[in-house]
């Protein structure tokens, strides 16, 4: 019984099964082919999972590969039903329509996919929604669609990380928890973008402080967040083969790697400040930029001094604290302007969210907060040269002038085009004699003018978009935000009032380092004064806008009429040097 009881009844049993009703039972043994490959084929089909499992378990950071070995496949899903799903609705939706019929379908195809698009970035995260962000600032280039929407999400509804998450990635970066660093630290968000959230916390000597920290798994995902984006471009030209979004992934491969670097953010903070409290700056303790912890920054973990502040077009707690609107607006264009053309070390996101005001503590002045310092540009001086010298031919309606610097920014013949993408304005307004010819109202009627506009060019301007200095593709976007606050908070002629004032002060600079003796400083004073006296014409011409505007609700010389005929305007001198192709689109 004892013997009995050990035999594996079971694999007899299946031995005997087989025997019986196998097909290859009742064939001679040598009439049974067995297959050859089952072996190599067992071999391949283990290898991959084998290998990964081999990469994960080996290494120093198993859980962090295992996260990465997990999103990355789910990412490319994501993105391949997405691009499947778009590219599907596009080509059927639309087929075999022609006018009105056409035009409306492809409204609600652009309502859909925008949607769409929202969803895969929130649903990824990180990197999609940095790019997010960049599709709602490009109303000059995509349907308005797209642009409203991303608007809506990407700048302020960001998703959230866990406290745990958070405490576990400042442990591994600065070494130990959270309630060993601090006194205390709330464990819910003041804020939350993109690529970081920020904690507020409390030193162990009571000072209040900011600790802006990175969502979990985005450095490690980086690289294959950016293939698989580009991917998704190469998809979007397949459908739309003029339409090419090649720059702005280039454009996230240069950027996106450097702002999830918290160690260069700190060192670009501090340089920011040293710039705008130097001999140079004529802002001088009026903008504030948090100070650094040192010792407590990392790549993923950034400690500063936590300022408190109200968002920078909140009109209403502006007036509140008892500042002017147009104050502030010339005081963000000030700082901008001299970053740009006086330091050559640029904040290229100074979207609203990144903008804060407050009273200075020690005499109750207007003071403005810079935030979120993760993406800069530093400028030459040759190219900062050639852009002053564009925005001064620009600003004064120089026609030779803007042709020959669009052409040194590699414009070439397009150069009507690019001369509308940096002032919103159709050519003939850009080189109109008008003292107030950059004039914008701001309202919906203009700015649903501009952008159908841009987007009967949108195959042009991006190909000037990939002609241009790559540098020049941030300096757009700078230009897109600060131009979005000055229309929130004031009169916009006072932007290029201020520019044309710093382009003037930048040449001289240059000039005088270039050719050091009093000809070259005498020469600059010269040109200084012209600049002024022109400036002035444009002061008083703004003052005399807003009188208008407020006596007979309508801007100088009845632009709302001139908007209107804006796309025909900008057609003719693009159709021009265009040949068939603008003509075509037009």
């Known amino acids: 019984m004892r013997s009995i009881a050990r035999l594996p009844f079971k694999s007899v049993a299946q031995h005997l099964f087989n025997r019986t009703f196998s097909a290859e039972a009742h064939l001679p043994q040598s009439n049974v082919s067995k297959p050859r490959w089952s072996a190599w084929s067992k071999a391949l089909l283990a290898a991959p999972p084998t290998i990964l499992a081999g990469w994960i378990v080996l290494s120093d950071e198993p859980q962090r590969r295992a996260r990465v070995a997990y999103n990355v496949p789910l990412r490319v899903i994501r993105d391949a039903v997405a691009v499947i799903s778009v590219a599907s609705d596009y080509k059927f939706s639309t087929s075999g329509l022609e006018g009105d019929s056409y035009a409306e379908a492809l409204k609600q195809c652009h309502e859909r996919s925008a949607f769409k698009l929202q969803k895969l970035c929130f649903a990824n995260g990180g990197i999609y929604i940095k790019l997010g962000q960049h599709v709602a600032q490009l109303d000059y280039i995509l349907p308005v669609e797209y642009v409203n929407t991303m608007r809506d999400y990407m700048l302020d509804k960001c998703p959230v990380s866990s406290y745990k998450d958070i405490a576990e990635v400042i442990q591994e970066d600065l070494g130990r928890k959270p309630e060993e660093l601090f006194a205390s630290i709330e464990q819910v968000p003041i804020a939350s973008a993109s690529l970081a959230q920020v904690h507020r916390a409390v030193s162990h000597d009571g000072r209040q402080l900011a600790v802006k920290v990175q969502h979990v798994g985005?450095?490690?995902?980086?690289?294959?967040?950016?293939?698989?984006?580009?991917?998704?471009?190469?998809?979007?030209?397949?459908?739309?083969?003029?339409?090419?979004?090649?720059?702005?992934?280039?454009?996230?491969?240069?950027?996106?790697?450097?702002?999830?670097?918290?160690?260069?953010?700190?060192?670009?903070?501090?340089?920011?400040?040293?710039?705008?409290?130097?001999?140079?700056?004529?802002?001088?303790?009026?903008?504030?930029?948090?100070?650094?912890?040192?010792?407590?920054?990392?790549?993923?973990?950034?400690?500063?001094?936590?300022?408190?502040?109200?968002?920078?077009?909140?009109?209403?707690?502006?007036?509140?604290?008892?500042?002017?609107?147009?104050?502030?607006?010339?005081?963000?264009?000030?700082?901008?302007?001299?970053?740009?053309?006086?330091?050559?070390?640029?904040?290229?996101?100074?979207?609203?969210?990144?903008?804060?005001?407050?009273?200075?503590?020690?005499?109750?002045?207007?003071?403005?907060?810079?935030?979120?310092?993760?993406?800069?540009?530093?400028?030459?001086?040759?190219?900062?040269?050639?852009?002053?010298?564009?925005?001064?031919?620009?600003?004064?309606?120089?026609?030779?002038?803007?042709?020959?610097?669009?052409?040194?920014?590699?414009?070439?013949?397009?150069?009507?085009?690019?001369?509308?993408?940096?002032?919103?304005?159709?050519?003939?307004?850009?080189?109109?004699?008008?003292?107030?010819?950059?004039?914008?109202?701001?309202?919906?009627?203009?700015?649903?003018?501009?952008?159908?506009?841009?987007?009967?060019?949108?195959?042009?301007?991006?190909?000037?978009?990939?002609?241009?200095?790559?540098?020049?593709?941030?300096?757009?976007?700078?230009?897109?935000?600060?131009?979005?606050?000055?229309?929130?908070?004031?009169?916009?002629?006072?932007?290029?009032?201020?520019?044309?004032?710093?382009?003037?002060?930048?040449?001289?600079?240059?000039?005088?380092?270039?050719?050091?003796?009093?000809?070259?400083?005498?020469?600059?004073k010269i040109d200084e004064w012209h600049v002024e006296y022109r400036v002035t014409l444009l002061r008083v011409a703004s003052w005399w806008a807003l009188k208008w505007a407020k006596w007979v609700g309508k801007t100088p010389n009845n632009r709302r009429k001139m908007r209107e005929q804006h796309s025909s305007k900008l057609a003719a001198p693009l159709s021009a040097i265009g040949g068939d192709t603008v003509v075509a689109h037009a």
């Open 218 to 524: 985005l450095r490690d995902t980086c690289a294959a967040d950016t293939v698989i984006v580009e991917a998704f471009v190469k998809g979007l030209r397949w459908v739309f083969p003029d339409f090419n979004y090649q720059w702005l992934v280039d454009e996230l491969k240069e950027s996106v790697p450097k702002e999830l670097d918290f160690k260069l953010e700190a060192a670009n903070s501090k340089r920011c400040q040293a710039n705008l409290n130097s001999k140079k700056s004529r802002v001088k303790g009026r903008v504030v930029v948090p100070a650094i912890e040192d010792g407590m920054v990392n790549h993923r973990v950034l400690v500063m001094e936590y300022v408190e502040g109200i968002k920078v077009t909140d009109r209403a707690r502006i007036q509140e604290l008892g500042f002017k609107p147009e104050k502030v607006a010339e005081l963000v264009s000030r700082t901008f302007n001299e970053m740009i053309f006086i330091h050559g070390d640029v904040h290229c996101d100074p979207h609203a969210a990144n903008l804060f005001l407050r009273k200075n503590p020690l005499d109750g002045q207007l003071q403005l907060v810079l935030l979120d310092h993760g993406l800069y540009r530093q400028i030459s001086d040759s190219f900062r040269k050639s852009y002053a010298l564009l925005w001064q031919s620009l600003i004064f309606a120089d026609a030779e002038g803007i042709k020959k610097h669009s052409q040194a920014m590699n414009a070439g013949d397009m150069y009507p085009l690019f001369a509308g993408m940096l002032t919103n304005r159709p050519w003939d307004e850009v080189i109109s004699k008008d003292i107030d010819h950059l004039y914008m109202s701001g309202d919906d009627q203009e700015r649903k003018s501009i952008q159908q506009t841009s987007q009967m060019f949108a195959a042009q301007i991006t190909q000037l978009l990939f002609k241009v200095p790559r540098v020049l593709l941030l300096l757009l976007k700078t230009n897109d935000c600060l131009r979005s606050v000055d229309l929130a908070l004031g009169e916009p002629v006072n932007t290029f009032v201020i520019t044309a004032r710093e382009c003037s002060r930048a040449l001289t600079d240059i000039r005088n380092r270039e050719q050091p003796g009093i000809r070259s400083k005498f020469k600059g």
